[in-house]
């Protein structure tokens, strides 16, 4: 399972066009954004490969973006239970449309913020 540390030097080097800072308490990671919004990642200590991404967006709407895989019954009609993609909303739940895999899917899931901040 990937670190605290893998995910910070990803966010750091590869995407060093929209990160403007990181703050690493325990195993969780804030990701601060060029337009000041923020991304927190958790990797669960608990639960093996488990992992949580969460943007919040910072637009009037209060619009948030989330990819985890933490076991939510509420989401099992979802195709990749239990990975599942909130898009926009805490309701808003979609199949996931990043990799399965916590690093390929944190990397992807870093293209579609870029994505949105362009």
Not at 5 to 10: A, L, P, Q, T, V
Not at 21 to 38: E, V
Not at 81 to 98: A, I, K, L, M, R
């Amino acid at each position: 399972m990937p670190t605290v540390e893998d995910i910070k030097r990803i966010a750091e080097i590869e995407f060093v066009d929209i990160v403007k800072d990181t703050s690493q308490i325990d195993y969780k990671l804030r990701i601060f954004l060029i337009n000041n919004s923020f991304i927190d990642v958790c990797l669960s200590q608990r639960l093996p490969d488990k992992f949580g991404f969460h943007w919040e967006s910072k637009d009037e709407k209060g619009t948030f973006y989330r990819y985890d895989n933490f076991p939510d019954k509420n989401w099992q009609r979802v195709e990749t239970f239990p990975y599942h993609f909130h898009n926009g909303s805490q309701d808003s739940v979609e199949t996931s449309p990043f990799p399965l895999s916590s690093i390929e899917g944190f990397r992807a899931f870093m293209e579609f913020v870029r994505n949105k901040l362009k």
